[in-house]
């Protein structure tokens, strides 16, 4: 199957730093993926959608200055958290959509921890 | 936004037993997934559904779909301490650009 990849896999940062986040699909291109956040025992929320050569779409909610998306090539997206606050710790998981546009491939995740 | 409802919300079972979560969701949809997490981890995929199916089956999973009752249920059989994870329904609609919708989730313990 298809295989996206996610990094860091675990970062700590200080309060008011920037993390960037990177999520790759291996084996195949992919012209939206997805930026999803998940708090302990919470589902996932969908953060944003992410479309490569252009702007991202972001949910109700999420602050695009806070949360900068680039989706430069086919197999690359990047998640900055600006400015990082410890209310910003959370797992982010990325996604990645396949061909058939109905089957999403997630990454492995990434643990955010702002001190 | 959550389309979907699960429950129970929680679920602790015997080795062996059979583990069934339920998914209930709010729209049309084109199909509906089942995902599982290990605390932690990322997200696994499990199967897929579409929304002319009634049932679907792999290997010790068993999944229904009620597009009437806007319900799915996973069947877990014969389960085992390696399926204790969380266990999520995901809804995906024609017109909403590749996005799934999740549900809340059920936290499936399996004891030994």
């Known amino acids: 199957g298809a295989v996206v990849s996610q990094h860091p896999s675990r970062v700590i940062c200080k309060s008011g730093t920037s993390v960037k986040i990177e999520c790759r699909s291996l084996?195949?291109?992919?012209?939206?993926m997805f930026w999803y956040r998940q708090f302990p025992k919470q589902s996932l929320m969908l953060m944003a959608t992410?479309?490569?050569?252009?702007?991202?779409?972001?949910e109700q909610g999420v602050e695009k200055d806070k949360f900068l998306i680039n989706h430069a090539s086919l197999t690359l997206s990047t998640l900055t958290v600006t400015s990082a606050h410890p209310e910003d710790s959370s797992f982010y998981i990325c996604?990645?959509?396949?061909?058939?546009?109905?089957?999403?491939?997630f990454g492995p995740g990434t643990r955010l921890t702002v001190l | 936004s959550q389309q979907g409802e699960e429950d129970p919300q929680a679920l602790s079972i015997q080795e062996g037993e059979n583990a069934t979560m339920n998914c209930s969701y709010k729209t049309s949809i084109n199909n509906l997934q089942w995902y599982r997490q290990n605390s932690g981890r990322g997200l696994v995929h499990l199967i897929l559904i579409r929304s002319n199916e009634r049932e679907k089956h792999s290997g010790r999973l068993r999944v229904t779909l009620d597009t009437s009752k806007k319900s799915s249920s996973l069947l877990i059989t014969a389960s085992r301490a390696a399926d204790t994870a969380s266990y999520f329904c995901a809804t995906f609609t024609t017109d909403s650009w590749g996005k799934l919708q999740f549900g809340a989730g059920t936290q499936v313990v399996v004891t030994p």
């Open positions: 992410s479309n490569e050569g252009s702007k991202a779409t972001y």
């Open positions: 996604s990645a959509l396949g061909d058939g546009y109905n089957e999403q491939f």
């Open positions: 084996d195949f291109q992919a012209t939206t």
